[in-house]
């Protein structure tokens, strides 16, 4: 039996009072593995970028001083000591009126704090005319002028996207420290569902909320471990809550059952026992062991929608990952949504483009649930003061759809 | 020796006009792994959904007909010949004048055409009395009303995410057909470039590029394939130009020499040879043996910017992906952003609030290459014919930060 019907907002707090965000741990992994992960701690350089004073272009290192009274009418003279290509140290270091050639990127001599090009100067032999008064620094890339050694370069929490791979790249890091993967039980509770691969018996359908929920919890960073279908006998739903919240850090279960709930109940609190939104209504939260257990319903959009708005952020939390709520669009209503009586109302959308160019949410007739995951693109919220949304009134549409693949 | 600049829009059009898309097959990939994978052919339901007639409440199957004459004041009496129990099918047919009982769920008895629920009748022993002249088709979901056998449900393009592979699911196919990942080969040229792990030599930098091109890759669901760092000799580049396109679809380099432009073309055919863009300039574009191959800066937010902007709708293509732009945010300009004369400049930015709550778009100093790459948020884009972009001006921020882990 349901309890009392919480508000949507009252179910909110309620999950939230109830668990704390735990660490799972850290681990390492290699560069490109840790693509999507979350850093979990600060990386501090270990190098200066660049690591040496380098030349920026083809010409001659000196002291800037040697060169102060030179013009383009008297020439200052120095004497050519060597040369340094890239990737070379100069062996010598630079002394007083002296020059050291250098290519493009070269190191600069110790010594020399600056390059003058070679279209400033002229040379014969080991001599060199130079015509400018050149400036300490110019020319020169200075070591540590882009990264300093020591100084934290990227944030604990931060994922790791291209530009964050590359920064580490850069840095010389071929592994970096990273959250654990979140491990999230899935599993049905019920005799009409059957596992994919088995044969369905009459009236049975398949599994499809394990996937679909298996998927939703991928995208946000987390690992789903397919438990099965379990029957809705009490021995064994007790036995295999016990053996999710033993062997995963959080609990997904496709189960609007009385019974289900109660057995969550006497292993640990539920927390959340039905609450006031359609479709949903049978959701329940319970707390085992200090693990979120979501009991979502087998409606398949309601399932989806209901891990959306309750379960994701616990799975992004455990991740260390940032909270994101689902992305929006702003459409216009193509039909009147009804809401139902006192309950926040999901009405599943269908985006469209009408002769005008509008962007035009229709809902769909929910005739039947598999197609209606088919057909949906998202789902529009009525709050629960509000009858309907009318023809033509702007609404936001929450996408579910189109998460994978974005990029 | 770069040719003659090419400005972005016809440097677009010089890419598109000489290369086609082209399919690289198809695979099976069991179903989970499909996820955020591109179907490569129509899924056609293998099955009816709901697989039989059922009945959405606890009650008696019977024929309609046989109730029609039924009220409240004066019941039909009809013989209870069976039971029906979820999972089962019923031994017998139901003939005139007869009721079978169902469980919620349970599957109709051959010749039943409707449910009348419980509350809606009186038995005693196997007499039922119907008080309500019951219409055909109540309290029945019929089979393939969700779902026809035959019909196509997910269409070829599109890509997999949690309700895609729910309905998969639904349809009982543990594996489906998806287009093969493009493989794409990224390597860096130039002898001031080091791999990782390998010592550095005065005055090199560590390959960064390549991975954050190759996560890049990934992102738009390509696989990378790092080649490494080769020197900038003619005929070492000629080889691994070779060993590219021979075992990959698609190439990524990084590199702005002109030797390297010239020995692409000498091997294919060189379609870009420069473009007026800042940064970027040092862009080129071949085709050799049918395979694309970018030629991109070394520098770290040029060298990203260019493959966003030119190398990523084909891996997309490759991929059967639907083609995106890089998504956008509107901001407001917090300082004066200049543009390069005559070509398409794009500023790096970091976005913030300012103290009205406003999205600022920050330009970034570019004093260095590494710090930029972990600094910016995005890019804004000044046409060829604008001066600059004014403080307070509003500008639409193209992100290429945050990709990773959006959901």
Known sequence: MI???LTFEEAKRAVEANFKAVFLGEEEAVLLEA????????VVSPLDIPSFNTSTVAGYALKA????????????????TGVVAIGELSKA????????????????????????????????????QVYIAAVAGENVRKQGSDIKKGVVVLKKGQVLGSSE???????????????????????????????????????????????????????????PVYLGVVPDDKA???????????STDMVVVCSGDSVVFSVADSLGKLVVNGIAVKPGKQTAVAVIEGKPVFMLSHN????????????????QRLGGRPQSALKSVSAVAGSRMFSAKGSRTFVMVKLMFDEKCRLIAEP??????????????????????????????????????GLAGKA
Do not use: W
């Open 3 to 5: 309890g009392k019907l």
């Open 35 to 42: 693509y999507n992960r979350v850093l979990s701690e600060d």
């Open 65 to 80: 001083e040697d060169s102060a009274m030179a013009n383009e009418d008297e020439p200052v003279p120095l004497k050519v």
């Open 93 to 128: 270091a630079l002394t007083k009126e002296e020059a050291i050639e250098v290519a493009t990127g070269a190191v600069l001599p110790e010594g020399a704090d600056v390059v003058v090009a070679a279209e400033d100067v002229e040379r014969e032999d080991n001599t060199l």
């Open 165 to 223: 791979i590359g920064v580490l790249a850069a840095l010389g890091l071929t592994q970096v420290k990273v959250e654990k993967i979140p491990m999230v039980a899935v599993l049905s509770i019920g005799c009409e569902v059957s596992e994919l691969g088995k044969p369905l018996s009459p009236g049975e359908s398949f599994d499809l909320n394990a996937y679909s929920l298996s998927t939703a919890v991928m995208e946000c960073g987390g690992k």
């Open 236 to 246: 064994a739903v007790a036995k295999i809550f016990r053996t999710a919240v033993n």
């Open 300 to 315: 398949p959009s309601a399932a989806l929608l209901m891990y959306h708005l309750f379960a994701r952020s616990f799975v």
């Open 364 to 401: 769909l007739e929910s005739v039947g649930v598999v197609s209606d995951l088919a057909g949906a693109d998202g789902f529009v919220e009525i709050a629960e003061n509000e009858q309907f949304i009318d023809v033509d009134q702007e609404v936001a549409v929450l996408l579910f759809r």
